[in-house]
C-alpha cells in the first residue's frame, strides 16, 4: 500500500511538472520572435497581471504604464495581461496609429473573461458582435434623439434629487451618481420607468462591471464567477422584459421606434432575420454596463473636484443659475441650454482627463507588422493608454493641476486627449454622456454646495476608478429655490 501512494505521487509530481514545463515552454514560445518591444513578460498565464492590476488597488493606476515608459520605451512595450502576450502603446502617436489602423492592421478584441460573461460574442466573435451593436446605435444616438433626451434627463434628474438627496444632511456620492445614469439608462434604452425594478438591477450590475476584467477562474466566490451569475440573472430579467415587449408590440401597446429595444426586436438583418432574445440580452446588457457606469465614475469625480475647489464650483454655479433664472417655472432643460453650458462641460473633461473612466482597450494584431523599429506579431493584444498621455508633462502642464483652461480655444493637442478612444471605435455615447453629466450638474449646483466628509480619500481603479468610500459628503442647501 504504502509502495502504491509512493508511485501515486511520484507520478503526481511529475504530471505537475511537465504541466509546468508545457506552460513555460509555450509562455517562452509567446514571446521568441526577434526584435519584439523591450519589456518584462511575468509567469506563465499570469505574466503582469497583478502588477496591471495592483497598481490600480493602490490608487496609482497610471504608475504601470509610466514606470514602463521610463524603464523600457516611450513608444511601445511587452508585456503579458491576462495571459496574453500584449504589445502597449504608449503616447499620442501610439494612440493614433491603432485608432487608424482599425480593421486594416488591428481588430477589436475583448479578454476571455468578456466572452464568456456575454456568450453571444462566442456564437460569432467579438468583432461582428461590435460592428452589429454599432449598426443599431446611429438611431438612438444621432442628434435629432439626443435633442429629446434633453427634457426626459433633466425629469429623471430631479426625480433623482427629490428621491435621494432631499432632506439629508449626508449622502454618499457614488451609488448615488450609478442610480442616475443606471435609472436613465433603463428609462432611455427600455422604457423601465419604475425606480423600484430598476434598482433590482444595481446590485448585480455591480457585481458584473467588477468581475468581466478579472483574471477568468470560474470558481465559487472568483470575482469572475460572480459575475457570471450576476449576469444569468440580468439576461433573466432582460428576457422577461424582451418577453412583455413583443406582446406590446403585437398589442400596438408598445411602437417599433420608441426605444432601442423595440427596434432590436424589429429590425431584421440583410437576410430578412430577426435577432434572437439571448442576443438582444446580451446587446442591452452590454449597451447597460457602457451607458452607465463610466458616466456615473465622471460624475462622482466631478462632485469631489467640485468640493474641494471653491472657485470652480464658483464658476460653474454662475454659469448654471444663469441658465435657471433665465426658465419659467417648471420649464425644462433644452438642448439650447446644454449648448451654453461650456465652462461645466470644460470641468468634466478635465475630470476624464485626471481620471478617466477607461484607462484604455484592447486591440489585437491581424497581421505581423513593424511600429516604432519593432516586429509586432500577428494574434499579439495591443493595449491603448489614456494614462500616457493624460498625465504626461509632455502633453499637458503640471499635469496634476485641475485646470478646465486646457479645454479652451482649440484644446488638447490631436490624440493626447482620449477619454472616449478615437477612430472608428470612439465611444459611440459620448454626446449622451455629456447631456446626461451636464443635466446632473445644472441640478446638483442649482440646489447644493457641499464639502467632503473624508478629506484624504483615496482613490482606488478596480480597474475602474471609484473613492474608496464611495465619496460621502455633507449637503449645504442654498436657501433661494430656484
Ligand atoms: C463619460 C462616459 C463614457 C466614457 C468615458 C466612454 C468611453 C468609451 C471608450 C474609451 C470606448 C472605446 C473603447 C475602445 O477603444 O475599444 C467606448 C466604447 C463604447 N461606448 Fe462609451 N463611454 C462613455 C459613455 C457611453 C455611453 C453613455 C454609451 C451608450 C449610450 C456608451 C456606449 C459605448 C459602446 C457601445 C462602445 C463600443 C463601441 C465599439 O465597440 O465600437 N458609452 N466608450
Not at 351 to 357: A, H
Not at 396 to 423: H, I, L, M, W
Amino acid at each position: 500500500m504504502e509502495l502504491f501512494f509512493c508511485y501515486f505521487f511520484l507520478g503526481f509530481f511529475l504530471l505537475v511538472l511537465l504541466l509546468l514545463q508545457i506552460l513555460f515552454y509555450k509562455h517562452r514560445s509567446l514571446f521568441s520572435s526577434t526584435n519584439l518591444p523591450p519589456g518584462k513578460t511575468g509567469w506563465p498565464l499570469v505574466g503582469e497581471t497583478l502588477e496591471f492590476l495592483s497598481t490600480g488597488w493602490k490608487g496609482h493606476p497610471e504608475k504601470f504604464v509610466f514606470d514602463r515608459m521610463v524603464k523600457y520605451s516611450q513608444e511601445c512595450f511587452k508585456t503579458s495581461i491576462l495571459g496574453e502576450p500584449v504589445a502597449y502603446f504608449c503616447g499620442p502617436t501610439g494612440n493614433k496609429f491603432l485608432f487608424s489602423n482599425e480593421n486594416k492592421l488591428v481588430t477589436t478584441w475583448w479578454p476571455e473573461a468578456v466572452n464568456k460573461v456575454f456568450p453571444s460574442s462566442l456564437q460569432t466573435n467579438s468583432r461582428e458582435e461590435s460592428t452589429k451593436m454599432r449598426k443599431l446605435l446611429p438611431q438612438f444616438l444621432k442628434a435629432e434623439a439626443l435633442q429629446r433626451y434633453v427634457g426626459i434627463m433633466d425629469t429623471i434628474a430631479q426625480r433623482h434629487f427629490a428621491s435621494g438627496w432631499e432632506n439629508k444632511d449626508d449622502v454618499i456620492v457614488f451609488p448615488l451618481a450609478k442610480r442616475y445614469t443606471f435609472w436613465l439608462a433603463c428609462h432611455i434604452f427600455l422604457s423601465v420607468e419604475d425606480p423600484t425594478h430598476v434598482a433590482r438591477f444595481a446590485d448585480p450590475f455591480r457585481l458584473l462591471v467588477s468581475g468581466v476584467i478579472s483574471i477568468p477562474v470560474n470558481f465559487p466566490g472568483t470575482p469572475f464567477n460572480k459575475a457570471i451569475k450576476a449576469a444569468e440573472f440580468i439576461r433573466k430579467e432582460l428576457i422577461l422584459i424582451i418577453n412583455q415587449r413583443k406582446i406590446d408590440l403585437a398589442d400596438n401597446k408598445a411602437t417599433p421606434t420608441q426605444d432601442i429595444l423595440s427596434h432590436m426586436l424589429t429590425k431584421t438583418d440583410e437576410n430578412g432575420k430577426h435577432m434572437n432574445e439571448m442576443d438582444i440580452a446580451d446587446k442591452i446588457l452590454g449597451l447597460l454596463i457602457g451607458g452607465h457606469d463610466t458616466a456615473s465614475i465622471v460624475i462622482t469625480f466631478i462632485v469631489k473636484y467640485l468640493a474641494e475647489l471653491p472657485h470652480v464650483y464658483n464658476a460653474v454655479y454662475e454659469e448654471q443659475m444663469e441658465i435657471a433664472k433665465s426658465k419659467t417655472a417648471g420649464e425644462l432643460l433644452t438642448w439650447e441650454d446644454m449648448q451654453k453650458m461650456k465652462y461645466s462641460w470644460n470641468v468634466a473633461c478635465e475630470v476624464m482627463r485626471l481620471i478617466p473612466p477607461l484607462q484604455g482597450a484592447f486591440r489585437e494584431a491581424m497581421a505581423d507588422f513593424k511600429y516604432a523599429g519593432f516586429n509586432i506579431p500577428k494574434g499579439w493584444k495591443l493595449y491603448w493608454s489614456a494614462y500616457s498621455t493624460h498625465r504626461n508633462p509632455q502633453y499637458f502642464t503640471e499635469p496634476d493641476k485641475f485646470d478646465p483652461s486646457r479645454f479652451e480655444r482649440s484644446g488638447p493637442a490631436p490624440y493626447t486627449y482620449v477619454p472616449f478612444g478615437g477612430g472608428p471605435r470612439m465611444c459611440p455615447g459620448k454626446e449622451y454622456a455629456r447631456l446626461e453629466i451636464l443635466a446632473f450638474m445644472h441640478n446638483l449646483v442649482k440646489r447644493y454646495k457641499f464639502e467632503k466628509i473624508i478629506l484624504d480619500e483615496k482613490i482606488i481603479a478596480n480597474p475602474f476608478p471609484k473613492p474608496e468610500k464611495g465619496l460621502p459628503i455633507r449637503l449645504i442647501p442654498h436657501n433661494v429655490k430656484v
